[in-house]
């Protein structure tokens, strides 16, 4: 069984940091696209980043491009989120997500390309 799980949210003041990681077990994602997405309370859910299977491409939504860094590590099938100057708007129930087709590219991800996702972890931003 294919499972995503987050963890590093929590509570954090504006203008703090956070790292989000995700752990993928049941298979190796180490040819596949993964990424962050999340839902803020009474939004729908959007992109945050992505980044393609050997982490030379990452693609960011404009909301937290130079604040935001995503990066992985194949060998321990896992997922990060560098998160800095966290802004109020920034708080949201993290998603980690996974495309299933080999090579696929950041943009597809992003674009209705995800077939895995995890529960999330909550990030709350106190002004």
């Known amino acids: 069984q294919v499972r995503l799980v987050e963890s590093g949210g929590g509570l954090v003041q504006a203008g703090g940091s956070l790292r989000l990681s995700c752990a993928a077990s049941g298979r190796s994602f180490r040819s596949n696209g993964m990424g962050w997405f999340r839902q803020a309370p009474g939004k729908e859910r959007e992109f945050v980043a992505a980044?393609?299977?050997?982490?030379?491409?990452?693609y960011y939504a404009d909301s937290v491009k130079g604040r935001f860094t995503i990066s992985r590590d194949n060998a321990k099938n896992t997922l990060y989120l560098e998160m800095n100057t966290l802004k109020p708007e920034d708080t949201a129930v993290y998603y980690c997500?996974?495309?299933?087709?080999?090579?696929?590219?950041?943009?597809?991800?992003?674009?209705?390309?995800?077939?895995?996702w995890g529960k999330g972890t909550l990030v709350t931003v106190s002004s």
């Open positions: 980044i393609n299977w050997s982490g030379g491409s990452t």
């Open positions: 997500a996974a495309g299933d087709a080999a090579y696929g590219s950041n943009w597809s991800l992003a674009h209705g390309g995800v077939d895995y």
